[in-house]
């Protein structure tokens, strides 16, 4: 397990992709050394912008990556994708109809694929998706665009995982604006309505808008940000500086229109991400997410460990198995059981290595 | 908190429909006392059927619902619904159009309808239902109805909480194949194909039963059931006792029609629920399910009891926020951080209120 990583290392370094895909594959999969693995990895990430894609199936979300994917290489940038969704054409081994095409690229480590899967992971998707961030991050890659389906409470945990989020919606969508109100609204950095020529569009714009509490009747420069966040008077050099930016520092969600199909939009789209990043710079809000993020990676770590330790535990596993007929009995309860078991888990939260000493 | 749940119990089991309500919230948002609530309720539980109810968006699930309760009733059975789902008609605040009439049938105790809020249950949905549903099961219903969006994991898991899985589709649900493929199938005993008299239903019967194995040009007496079990010669009289049973005693899931908007399809809906029971109780898989059930959820009360205690810990809040500066300085790693907050949790293991001793 020692020396594995640091082989790995020396190749990962190097730029060679078939390191990083053996890299992404231990991480994913929890294989033996993986966290030695992203300890070692840790102190080259924090550079890459991560960037979440989300909406309902069928919205676009695929091309409208592989439309951003291919604005980032026109700019020069390296770009990492995971697809965690498993409608995503990605998944399904075809990116705008060619996988193989996009894998050849993805040979001179300007692009790398890579789907996640969404289910198996133990301790959670979100928590796995930030591990192959982190690595894809290491790497090198500039931008990480993280494609997920937005229902389902994972799913969002995602999309929680990046520094801006995009949802991703079309007028055929009726149903998503019931399934947007259970959370994808407040994830939402900025709203893209694509096929934006077909009917529906400007009521679904409207609708998100009104949401967004934009028209509620209250004039724009009394409105708080969605943050509920008071407005302040802001620098005009700096308003000059960022056409995008309102009057106060906070940030509304822009709704953009798009028919990603056509390339049109994209840009737009493009755009307001810098202005978006350059917002999340200026005003802090990148390290309080990325502070936030830590903290939850910690906890996620905190919280598997101990899971690993106690469910690997022969003993642990022979209290559990011979307590559940007596709960069958009801003549102890779930909570009585567990109970005993976090009492005697306590011997286990030391190092497993210094059983040795 | 010991008061509380005596005086709530008294009503409880005098079976008035205000003490299920409070028990539930209580119970649902975790409240002071809930364990100590569900602890004593625990002896009360095991003799309901938990049958859940899931599928994409539009499928017609709550109209599925709303006619099994119907029919369960006019059998004399109580039934509690569980509806887990942001979409749904149930948690919108209308049931067929009308949630006042069905909120006045609740207080005959004979129906008791809740929808669970599918977001900030930290301790995950899955668990928030089952629990919710323990807490039904010991009032005294004969069924429950846990009606779940079937996408994303945390949904696949409130459907895994129920003794027998009903899935439900639509002609029109293209997509919701690709969806089906990322977990439905596994977890579904019964299908039902709903607006079956629009176009395409055929096809999606037919594209249902070929994921299922059961069109591969084998004949069928020599095909597996869908987990992979082997094929027994079952005994005659077994098979001329219940129609729907094959030769072997494993369960094949029937791919039902149904156009639930005019009431067809309900009745052999509830016969093949009922099939379906009778197979889990003659070959013990009942057992076997709740046992699994049993053993995960002591798990989640270890875990969720694990987090309690190390997160609402003064100290160890104090030590994750000094190292996060750290962490982000790149001079440690997340790793060494959880590391340190798992050995200093050993002192956090024994009861709480041993610390007065």
Redesign the interface.
């Known amino acids: 397990m020692p020396r594995l990583p640091d082989a790995l290392l020396a190749d990962f370094d190097a730029g060679k992709v078939p390191a990083l895909a053996r890299a992404v594959s231990i991480v994913e999969n929890h294989r033996e050394g993986y ?2 693995l ?2 070692k990895l ?2 080259r990430t ?1 550079r890459a912008r991560r960037i979440g894609i989300t909406g309902p ?2 919205a676009g979300k695929s091309t409208v990556t592989a439309l951003l994917v291919a604005n980032y290489r026109n700019a020069g940038l390296k770009v990492g994708v995971l697809a965690v969704d ?2 995503s054409p990605f998944t ?1 081994g075809a990116l705008l109809g060619d996988r193989v095409r996009m894998e050849a690229i993805a040979l001179d480590s300007g692009v790398y694929i890579r789907s996640m899967a ?2 198996g992971s133990l301790g959670g ?1 979100a928590a796995a998706t930030r591990e192959v961030a982190d690595v894809l991050d290491a790497f090198g890659f500039d931008r990480i665009l993280i494609e997920t ?1 937005g ?5 969002l945990d995602v999309a929680r995982t990046a520094d801006s989020t995009v949802v991703v919606l079309v007028p055929e969508s009726g ?1 998503a604006i ?2 947007l ?3 994808v609204m407040e994830i939402a950095d900025i709203f893209v309505v694509n096929k934006a020529d077909r009917p529906g569009a400007d009521r679904l714009r409207n609708d998100v808008e009104l949401m967004l509490g934009l028209r509620k009747g209250i004039s724009f420069e009394n409105t708080p940000g969605h943050h509920g966040v008071e407005l302040k008077r802001a620098n005009p050099a700096k308003v000059a500086r960022d056409a995008a930016a309102t009057e106060s520092d906070s940030w509304t969600p822009p709704v953009l229109s798009a028919i990603a199909r056509e390339g049109k939009g994209i840009q737009e789209l493009t755009d307001a991400l810098d202005r978006h990043f350059a917002y999340l710079e200026r005003t802090n809000t990148l390290g309080e997410r ?2 936030e993020r ?2 939850e ?3 996620e ?3 598997s ?3 690993r ?3 690997s535990d022969e003993e642990t596993q022979h209290t ?1 198995e011979q ?2 007929p007596d ?2 009995k ?1 003549s102890t ?7 005993q ?3 005697k ?3 286990l ?3 497993p290595r210094e059983k040795g000493h």
């Open positions: 966290d030695a992203l300890g840790h102190s924090g199936p069928g498993p409608t399904g969404t289910r998707l389906v229902v389902g409470q994972s799913e149903d019931q399934t109100k259970a959370g990325r502070r830590t903290r990676r910690v906890m770590l905190v919280e460990g101990f899971r330790r106690v469910w559990l307590m559940l709960i069958e009801r309860t779930p909570f009585n059981a567990a109970e078991i976090l009492e888990s306590a011997r939260m030391s190092k």
